[in-house]
């Protein structure tokens, strides 16, 4: 598996930004101030140093091969949802199909309350990052008490020696019904509307690419008002269809990971990075191969049952020319 897009020359004037969200990447450790306990050695997930490893190993091996097929190498840029702490990013950067890599990690820790966080796997080759920044979203729940969800993460730097700012998101979900929980992914995109603000007053002709798993898909209101406001551009408005998506829940897809851009990314000069294209990382090696759910993706778990998959979502990318 390890030759998946082997002899495709390597593209030096392209560059592939990423998300990934990798479903519960807990270490083996007791941690008091997150809600780890389904994910320790002795828990009822029996999560041990193997499924741990295997885990790292599998989610290496499809970081490393996203966007290569056009571009013959890794991704320059990997914004990831669902990482514990500090510790499984260093963990996953020295894996099999990682360590030889140059990457380096952006990460903060969260006040969310399943205890995980956002975070950015870079190239140091390619990227160089100059300022990184966390924005918390205040929520509150019915009777006022605080609703702790991730941060959102601001990262900006020179890809290729040309500046750019990435921001990653993982919004919260709909597990409490689509309606009662708008309210909480309404509070975030307002969010990355001030981050917006801020950069465009800071120079006007920024380049930004927003990434994520939003719990929207790209016509909910959440997503547009970013997009219509802001003038950006979302590829992944016309990759949805009802065989194709990148989290699938009872047979039914939706598009919740995306990433857009600053339309600034098509009317570049010479020897600046343009939009090239976008699209869903789904291979074959990332979906359940028989059963009930063939086609959807090969989950760590299902409930309780350890099925030694790699996530519940399918990784999105763009990639970018110059």
């Given at each position: ?22 479903e519960n990447l807990f270490d ?73 890599l140059s990457y380096n990690y ?182 359940q191969f028989r059963g009930r ?30």
């Open positions: 598996m390890s030759d998946l897009f082997e002899g495709i020359p390597i593209q030096e004037n392209m560059q592939t930004i990423a998300f990934y969200n990798v083996l450790e007791e941690d008091q101030h997150t809600n780890d306990n389904d994910f320790l050695p002795t828990s009822a997930k029996k999560w041990t140093p193997k499924r741990y490893k295997n885990k790292l190993r599998k989610l290496g091996f499809a970081i490393s091969n996203i966007g290569k097929k056009e571009t013959g190498k890794h991704p320059a840029i990997v914004g990831l949802a669902e990482v514990e702490n500090a510790k499984v990013l260093e963990d996953l950067l020295n894996s099999k199909h990682l360590e030889d952006v990460h903060y820790e969260s006040p969310d309350e399943r205890g995980i966080d956002v975070a950015l796997i870079y190239d140091e080759n390619a990227f160089e990052v100059t300022n990184s920044e966390a924005f918390s979203v205040p929520l509150t729940d019915e009777d006022g008490t605080p609703d702790y969800t991730r941060d959102i993460l601001l990262v900006s730097g020179n890809l290729d020696n040309q500046p750019i700012h990435v921001i990653v998101n993982h919004w919260s979900s709909r597990r409490e019904g689509t309606r009662e929980t708008e309210h909480k992914r309404l509070a975030s995109s307002e969010q990355v509307a001030n981050i917006l603000r801020t950069l465009h007053h800071e120079n006007e002709a920024a380049k930004i690419v927003v990434i994520g798993d939003f719990n929207d898909e790209p016509h909910n209101n959440s997503i547009v008002r970013l997009v219509e406001g802001f003038n950006l551009y979302n590829p992944f408005e016309t990759l949805r269809s009802y065989n194709r998506g990148t989290v699938s829940r009872f047979k039914q897809w939706s598009l919740f990971d995306q990433v857009f851009f600053t339309s600034n990314f098509f009317k570049s000069s010479n020897e600046e990075f343009e939009y090239y294209n976008a699209n869903i990382f789904d291979e074959d090696f990332l979906k759910f063939k086609g959807s993706p090969f989950r760590t778990y299902v409930g309780k049952k350890y099925k030694g998959g790699y996530s519940d979502h399918f990784p999105v990318y763009a990639i970018f020319k110059r």
